[in-house]
Antibody, heavy 119, light 111 residues
Framework: EVQLLESGGGLVQPGGSLRLSCTAS????????MSWVRQAPGKGLEWVSS????????KYPDSVKGRFTISRDDSKNTLYLQMNSLGAEDTAVYYC????????????WGRGTLVTVSS | QSALTQPASVSGSPGQSITISCTGT?????????VSWYQQHPGKAPKLIIS???KRPSGISYRFSGSKSDNTASLTISGVQGEDEADYYC???????????FGGGTKLTVL
């Protein structure tokens, strides 16, 4: 079955760090760009980061640039998001998504993992 | 404030057609035929329903269609059904710097 499964979410204190993982199955992970998209409680979708196939091109919005790092391990079919200096504004469900064309559209989504930043 | 502007809510009776607009700028919607639409039911992950302005992925009902004129994209649902009640988000590629922008989302209520 073609699917994405996120993990690593949880409760973290302000200023803390967390690493999210997204394990892919059912397709050739290494040939696809991948992205993270988040959704704060009761709010809309916000693009967080993208990495192309091969990992040579990476993008972030200003809201997370310098704090978040996206990476991938094609040998493990896994996408990562390292999140540092977390603040309350980063509280959200984080979705992993398969990215067609590197930013063109997202055709496969995981179920998401909840990150809560609170003291 | 989201980069793309959508109405907060729309409603329609079963069988009616509804249209959701998505207004951007000449740097995103107006410059690329790379607008996509996503349907999200409560507590669920988003689902791609339209890619590249008007392409329907396999398995998506013909009742969903997309179009674009200048800086505004539109999603039309023909013959709205109860199962269509959900949140809908537009998204556009926005070039190598901004990369991707989403709309704020539109809640569809089926009366």
């Amino acid at each position: 079955e073609v699917q994405l499964l996120e993990s690593g979410g949880g409760l973290v204190q302000p200023g803390g760090s967390l690493r999210l993982s997204c394990t892919a199955s059912g397709f050739t992970f290494s040939t696809y760009a991948m992205s993270w998209v988040r959704q704060a409680p009761g709010k809309g979708l916000e693009w967080v980061s993208s990495i192309n196939a091969g990992g040579t091109n990476i993008k972030y919005p200003d809201s997370v640039k310098g704090r978040f790092t996206i990476s991938r391990d094609d040998s493990k079919n896994t996408l990562y998001l390292q999140m540092n200096s977390l603040g309350a504004e980063d509280t959200a469900v984080y979705y992993c998504a398969r990215d067609r064309g590197f930013g063109w559209y997202f055709d496969l989504w995981g179920r998401g993992t909840l990150v809560t930043v609170s003291s | 404030q989201s980069a793309l502007t959508q109405p907060a809510s729309v409603s329609g009776s079963p069988g009616q057609s509804i249209t959701i607009s998505c207004t951007g700028t000449s740097s995103d919607v107006g410059n690329y035929n790379l607008v996509s639409w996503y349907q999200q039911h409560p507590g669920k992950a988003p689902k791609l329903i339209i890619s590249e302005v008007s392409k329907r992925p396999s398995g998506i009902s013909y009742r969903f269609s997309g179009s674009k004129s200048d800086n505004t994209a539109s999603l039309t649902i023909s013959g709205v059904q109860g199962e269509d009640e959900a949140d809908y988000y537009c998204c556009s590629y926005a070039g190598s710097t901004t990369h991707v922008v989403f709309g704020g989302g539109t809640k569809l209520t089926v009366l």
